[in-house]
């Protein structure tokens, strides 16, 4: 939708039903070295599900 409302000439329309939701999963071996990149992004998706409310598990 906020590309439609940038360009003349596109509009955004409401689909019936809504399209799915999309889910993504982050795998990891438990108690393996990770990079300071991976704890950080680990840590960064922790807290976007938080805000999103999305189901979290460590």
């Not at 439609?4 to 889910?23: V, W």
Request: glycine fraction near 6%; proline fraction near 3%.
């Amino acid at each position: 939708a906020a590309i439609a409302t940038q360009h003349d000439g596109l509009k955004a329309i409401s689909l019936a039903p809504p399209l799915l939701e999309r889910t993504a999963v982050l795998l990891r071996r438990k108690n393996s070295w990770q990079t300071a990149a991976a704890k950080a992004f680990l840590n960064m998706a922790l807290e976007e599900c938080a805000v999103v409310g999305g189901n979290e598990s460590r």
